[in-house]
């Protein structure tokens, strides 16, 4: 008889870690996701904010001339690069990219974490 009640409590002692397992497992999987929900967030906010300086400095005409910042980490991530091409701004790194759409083809010079200056030049956009 003791040792039938054993068995039971072990079985439901083994039943209570398998759920808590679980548990633990799906919070585990839940918060992965929301890191990586807040990553893309903040990459599509610095993206949209490239292009506008971009589309900014586009329509502002010959002579305009402005600096501005590009965070160097997103939400942990530091080794991203931004590219500008074919009406697009895609900012990449190893698990994703993001974009947004520019005025302009392509401009002259490469964006990078950190200060930037960017220029409009007798219609064309540099960026330093």
Do not use: C, H
Request: no cysteine; aromatic share 12%.
């Amino acid at each position: 008889m003791l040792a039938q009640v054993s068995v039971e409590f072990i079985s439901a002692i083994a039943f209570l870690l398998v759920l808590l397992f679980f548990v633990v497992y799906q919070n585990y999987q839940t918060s992965v996701q929301l890191e990586e929900m807040k990553l893309y967030k903040e990459a599509y906010e610095t993206v949209n904010k490239i292009a506008l300086e971009i589309n900014l400095a586009l329509k502002s005409g010959d002579g305009y001339s402005r600096k501005f910042y590009v965070t160097d980490k997103l939400y942990g991530v530091s080794n991203f690069s931004v590219e500008v091409k074919d009406y697009t701004v895609r900012l990449v790194w190893s698990k994703g990219s993001v974009s947004s759409g520019i005025m302009t083809r392509n401009i002259t010079g490469i964006i990078k974490p950190g200060e930037n200056t960017i220029k409009n030049v007798k219609g064309d956009v540099f960026v330093e």
